[in-house]
């Protein structure tokens, strides 16, 4: 019998970034097939957990061209909508995260254009065991942020697993005229697993910032936090079974210090510490910690298998050109401290 698959529901984007190397002064930007939730996909393809992906592009020749991609990489693409008229894009600056240096081109693409009523949930749906968004989706706009509820209703309906990455695009919100606390805890009370950081957590869905934690900066301090809003999550959305929490530190000299967290039934599970100097691409490290997350839990691994495997795989993609990553099973495990 058949595995049942993980379903990805996001805007895949067109990335636009400068071209780096001898030849860029000739060739000087670079495209990337991106988005978060399509990042996810990737990586569960490639460590065959059976993945399709839903989203919503135009009927164009690019848009075949992106899901051949897909359909390369090992993704089901055939909940693929196609209406409206754009391809979503971003511009991201060489070096750059998603935090800063990004400018967003997404207004009236096919996806930001989706409202209630045109996706089939209850066909989508049918062969899938997990759902897995982010909160970059429902901060485009109201219309979104609908269908996003829509989806993790009807997945909810069906006792289908879900999980939700709190991803905070400071940008996207400010455009949109909207508070994130008005939004994400909706969607929220639907997740079994909910992965991001205290601080997200903090803006997104109104936990606790303990300061007296945090104001030293230390390793200790900072898991003692994640442990304490972890529990006030699992507290305030009593269908969450997990809490995963990132804690990613960009240094001088382009150093950077990783490490994370997974809190269920009253533990916390803590990976090892990370260290380089040196990053090929920032972007796309935080799906790959989700995409392991899912590919732990679906795989019914030791909890401490899980935060080992997700965030190997996290900082190995620091070190890969693009959005998505790809690396295989036996390269995370060989990286696992």
Not at 274 to 290: A, E, H, L, Q
Request: proline share 2%; with cysteine; glycine share 6%.
């Amino acid at each position: 019998m058949a595995k049942k698959k993980v379903l990805c529901f996001g805007e895949l984007l067109l990335r636009v970034s400068p071209a780096t190397g001898s030849n860029a002064e000739k060739q000087p930007v670079q495209v990337y097939v991106g988005g978060a939730e399509a990042n996810v996909a990737s990586a569960l393809a490639a460590w065959e957990v059976p993945v399709k992906y839903c989203t919503a592009l135009p009927d164009n020749f690019m848009s075949q061209h992106m899901i051949r991609y897909l359909e390369y990489q090992g993704i089901y693409t055939s909940s693929i909508i196609k209406r409206g008229k754009r391809i979503g894009l971003y511009y991201l600056d060489r070096g750059a995260d998603l935090k800063g240096g990004v400018a967003y081109d997404r207004e009236h693409s096919s996806f930001s254009e989706l409202e209630l009523g045109v996706i089939d949930w209850d066909s989508i749906l049918q062969d899938v065991s997990w759902l897995n968004l982010s909160t970059i989706s429902p901060a485009l706009n109201a219309n979104v942020a609908a269908v996003c509820l829509e989806a993790v209703k009807a997945a909810s309906e069906k006792s289908i697993t879900i999980s939700i990455d709190l991803n905070y695009r400071n940008r996207l919100w400010n455009g949109s005229n909207r508070n994130p606390l008005d939004v994400i805890p909706q969607l929220v009370e639907h997740c079994d697993v909910i992965m991001g950081n205290i601080w997200s957590a903090n803006m997104m869905l109104g936990t606790t910032l303990h300061q007296e934690l945090i104001h030293n900066r230390t390793k200790e301090g900072f898991l003692e936090h994640a442990a304490l809003t972890s529990q006030e999550i699992i507290e305030r959305f009593p269908k969450c079974q997990y809490v995963a929490n990132t804690f990613r530190f960009d240094g001088e000299s382009s150093n950077i210090l990783y490490y994370t967290s997974l809190y269920s039934n009253n533990n916390l599970y803590t990976s090892a510490e990370y260290n380089t100097k040196g990053v090929i691409d920032r972007s796309g490290s935080g799906d790959c910690f989700m995409a392991g997350l899912i590919y732990g839990i679906y795989n019914k691994h030791s909890l401490q298998d899980v935060v080992d495997y997700a965030t190997a795989a996290a900082f190995g993609k620091l070190q890969e050109q693009g959005d998505s990553t790809w690396q295989d099973q036996l390269t995370v495990r060989n990286a696992k401290k």
